[in-house]
């Protein structure tokens, strides 16, 4: 694996805009399936933006892989004032600027009805800059795997990866990261 090459910036749920949170919303980031080739050797080099409100949460890189599995959680406090979820795949490149795999999002009501239940698996579809679905190698639709919790204030632990996210306006990733996205 490979550290993306940003800084999380971590803060607990305290230290979040919105004040303190009561819950939690865990999100764990399992896996993404089908992947299309992005590097020359025919492999990919997969990491994921979680983007909620304006906040975002990166995953590690797994090299040279087309079905990455991460198990990476991070806690979401406020999940219940965010409008969507984006989720975003990209292709980490040493040399030059990452490459856009797919963009995928839950909304709202997906949200609220996933955080509410003790463990709710959701499949997120990547499409690619035109709303296409993004297919693999094995012609099979990419998509993401995420895992929803909800803790309550007093259970939850403080392992909290954030990242101060750009603008509304702005196209993620954070800071650090160049990235050509076409919207």
Request: glycine share 8%; charged share 30%; net charge negative.
């Amino acid at each position: 694996r490979v550290e993306p090459k940003v800084e999380p910036k971590p803060i607990g749920p305290e230290e979040h805009p919105g004040g303190p949170a009561k819950d939690v919303t865990q999100i764990t980031v399992v896996r993404a399936k089908h992947l299309p080739k992005t590097d020359i050797i025919g492999t990919c080099d997969p990491y994921i933006v979680l983007r909620y409100g304006h906040t975002n949460a990166v995953t590690t890189v797994c090299k040279g892989t087309l079905d990455p599995a991460w198990n990476e959680r991070f806690d979401v406090p406020h999940l219940e004032d965010v409008d969507q979820l984006e989720v975003w795949c990209f292709d980490w490149d040493r040399f030059k600027h990452d490459d856009f795999v797919g963009r995928g999002t839950v909304s709202s009501y997906d949200l609220h009805n996933l955080a509410r239940d003790e463990d709710s698996l959701h499949i997120v579809p990547l499409l690619n800059t035109h709303g296409k679905p993004v297919h693999g190698r094995d012609k099979q639709e990419s998509c993401v795997e995420l895992l929803f919790h909800r803790v309550s204030g007093s259970s939850r632990r403080q392992s909290i990866l954030f990242l101060p996210g750009p603008q509304p306006s702005d196209k993620p990733p954070p800071e650090g990261r160049e990235k050509t996205i076409k919207p």
